[in-house]
């Protein structure tokens, strides 16, 4: 199968490491295609750069179907577009927060989001009323760091540790989700640090859980249902 993983930004500083995280998740026959977007923002921290990102990112959906492509990641954990893609083409389009959570559903009591900055609370709390899963949210919480400074690592890895630690003492939290697909690879290292404190709790990377659930959707021959996300009337536009 191929996927085309769309990351919602005008710049290609992630691209090589989203390449080498969503090549680590996916399976041996699943060929990986990485594209960044012509117009838009330089990192998506608002319902504003989101707004601006839209309509590329369904450019670069459509050509991702006529190029032939099983289905689109939206590489964002702010979903955006995704349910405006899933009227235009007929593959699976998921972004990154919808698999996420759902899968933390499925293991543990209430889940906690650990996000990058403070004003993205309100937008993926918004995502977990849509889904329907509010009621299993425990909080969201932010470290402060924008999407561009998650290259420190380091700093990335304690700042999560110290929120995390928060969500499940404070917020009673059972399930941890990285609230930014900048924030790869750490996933498994916070899970051990945290197991370390007497916490053995899951750490979803929202890149793994959502090349995994797509490729789930693709294997099972589904796509979105067109009761739900129906085709666009036809009508005069300007884009």
Known sequence: MKIRVVVPIIVDIFDKEVEKEFKAYSSENTEIEIVHLDKGTASIECVYDESLAAPDI?????????KGCDGVIIDCFGDPGVKAAREIVDIPVLGAAEPSMLFACSLGHKFSVVTVLENVI?????????LGVKEKLASVRSVDIPVLELHDKEKLKNALYKEMLKA???DKAHVLILGCTGMMGIAKSLHEMLEKEGYDVPVIDPAAASIKFLEALIGLGV???RLTYMKPPEKERKI
């Open 168 to 170: 499940i003492k404070e």
């Open 223 to 225: 796509k979105q249902s």
């Open 58 to 66: 369904l450019n670069k959906t459509i050509e991702a179907e006529k």
């Open 122 to 130: 309100p937008m993926i709390e918004n995502i977990a009323k849509v």
